[in-house]
């Protein structure tokens, strides 16, 4: 006797995997989290966000520093308190910065906050002050700018980013962080076209009460359908459709979902707009034929002679034959002056 599942279990469906969730972090209520995890590609595009920034940054504490130095009494500024004030400066830049930013900016810098990036903790929590100082250390030492032997680090961090499963670099290994993007991947997903037993019934609506704003509710209702469950979805598609049809004539011919009726009256509506494009682009082509861009021409070379091998005689040429020229009808009166003459 084997043991079968509920009958719940068995109707439930499965989880679908989100294709592009590759962070494979987990909530504490055991919920898998769609986030993606920040390759090379980005992560180098924030750094170099990040490096203007700190640029900037570095000039404006020069500034300062100068404008203090010019207010002390001479005798106090000599070499080591300006080597002093170079090494706080510059260690305030590449390791205060990123620390303090993302401490007290939700794990973002500058550069990552323009990207779309965020530091996270391993298990998906908030990063921590000693996770960011861990972190920055280990890229002041030996990733960027890279203290220890500058091109071998680079080539290792690069090496090790490349390899590890969720993109993490030396620091993030280190301060068991992860980088994560903030912003989720969209799927594009055409709007259904009108079923074929609504065609005809679309092609006779009025849909000049149908305006830009409810046109755009419901085409942003049709590509995100899928993303709801019911009985949201249904109460959607029936408040959508309830404002389209008291605007449109006439009333649909059959029962069908809400859906049904809304793609085929979206349908319709871009049929008519593409028509009228077309029709303004011929009159424009009729009336300014400058303005439309002709299609490029290749230009037709003549055919090389083909040489003759030595030894070889040249083929005959075949001349076409000539047109007979028709009789030349001289007037009357002149044949008979010339007659006469004679």
Same mark, same amino acid.
């Given at each position: 006797?084997?043991?079968?599942?509920?009958?719940?279990?068995?109707? /439930?469906?499965?989880?679908?995997?989100?294709?592009?969730?590759?962070?494979?972090?987990?909530?504490?209520?055991?919920?898998?989290?769609?986030?993606?995890?920040?390759?090379?590609?980005? +992560?180098?595009?924030?750094?170099? %966000?990040?490096?203007?920034?700190?640029?900037?940054?570095?000039?404006?504490?020069?500034?300062?520093?100068?404008?203090?130095?010019?207010?002390?009494?001479?005798?106090?500024?000599?070499?080591?308190?300006?080597?002093?004030?170079?090494?706080?400066?510059?260690?305030?830049?590449?390791? =205060?910065?990123?620390?303090?930013?993302?401490?007290?900016?939700?794990?973002?810098?500058?550069?990552?906050?323009?990207?779309?990036?965020?530091?996270?903790?391993?298990?998906?929590?908030?990063?921590?002050? +000693?996770?960011? %100082?861990? +972190?920055?250390?280990? =890229?002041?030492?030996?990733?960027? &700018? =890279?203290?220890?032997?500058?091109?071998?680090?680079?080539?290792?961090?690069?090496?090790?980013?490349?390899?590890?499963?969720?993109?993490?670099?030396?620091?993030?290994?280190?301060?068991?962080? %992860?980088?994560?993007?903030?912003?989720?991947?969209?799927?594009?997903?055409?709007?259904?076209?009108?079923?074929?037993?609504?065609?005809?019934? *679309?092609?006779?609506?009025?849909?000049?009460? %149908?305006?830009?704003?409810?046109?755009?509710?419901?085409?942003?209702?049709?590509? /995100?359908?899928?993303?709801?469950?019911?009985?949201? +979805?249904?109460?959607?598609?029936?408040?959508?459709? *309830?404002?389209?049809?008291?605007?449109?004539?006439?009333?649909?011919?059959?029962?069908? &979902?809400?859906?049904?009726?809304?793609?085929?009256?979206?349908?319709?509506?871009?049929?008519?707009?593409?028509?009228?494009?077309?029709?303004?682009?011929?009159?424009?082509?009729?009336?300014?034929?400058?303005?439309?861009?002709?299609?490029?021409?290749?230009?037709?070379?003549? *055919? *090389?002679?083909?040489?003759? @091998?030595?030894?070889?005689?040249?083929? @005959?040429?075949?001349?076409?034959?000539?047109?007979?020229?028709? @009789?030349?009808?001289?007037?009357?009166?002149?044949?008979? =002056?010339?007659?006469?003459?004679?």
């Amino acid at each position: 006797m084997s043991a079968q599942p509920p009958s719940s279990a068995r109707t /439930r469906p499965e989880a679908r995997a989100v294709p592009w969730s590759d962070a494979g972090l987990v909530s504490g209520e055991a919920v898998a989290l769609e986030v993606r995890v920040a390759r090379l590609g980005s +992560r180098v595009l924030a750094l170099l %966000l990040d490096v203007l920034t700190q640029l900037v940054a570095a000039l404006l504490l020069a500034v300062l520093f100068a404008l203090l130095f010019t207010a002390l009494p001479f005798e106090l500024v000599d070499a080591a308190l300006n080597s002093a004030t170079g090494t706080l400066g510059l260690a305030f830049v590449l390791v =205060g910065y990123p620390v303090l930013m993302e401490r007290f900016n939700n794990g973002q810098t500058v550069g990552k906050l323009a990207v779309g990036l965020r530091v996270v903790s391993a298990d998906g929590g908030p990063v921590g002050l +000693r996770q960011s %100082l861990t +972190r920055a250390l280990v =890229g002041v030492a030996v990733e960027w &700018p =890279g203290l220890i032997l500058p091109l071998v680090s680079w080539v290792a961090g690069v090496t090790v980013m490349l390899t590890d499963r969720r993109g993490r670099r030396l620091g993030d290994l280190v301060a068991g962080t %992860l980088v994560v993007h903030t912003r989720t991947a969209s799927v594009w997903r055409p709007v259904p076209t009108a079923v074929p037993a609504l065609v005809n019934w *679309a092609y006779t609506l009025d849909l000049s009460r %149908l305006d830009d704003n409810l046109a755009l509710a419901a085409r942003q209702y049709l590509a /995100r359908v899928h993303r709801f469950a019911e009985p949201a +979805r249904s109460r959607l598609a029936r408040g959508l459709w *309830a404002e389209v049809a008291a605007v449109i004539t006439p009333p649909p011919p059959l029962a069908a &979902p809400e859906t049904v009726y809304l793609a085929a009256v979206l349908g319709e509506r871009h049929r008519r707009a593409v028509q009228r494009l077309q029709q303004r682009r011929a009159v424009t082509a009729a009336l300014w034929p400058e303005l439309v861009a002709a299609p490029p021409t290749a230009a037709i070379r003549p *055919a *090389a002679p083909e040489s003759t @091998p030595p030894g070889a005689s040249n083929p @005959p040429v075949v001349r076409p034959p000539a047109q007979p020229t028709a @009789p030349t009808v001289r007037p009357a009166t002149a044949a008979a =002056g010339e007659h006469h003459g004679a």
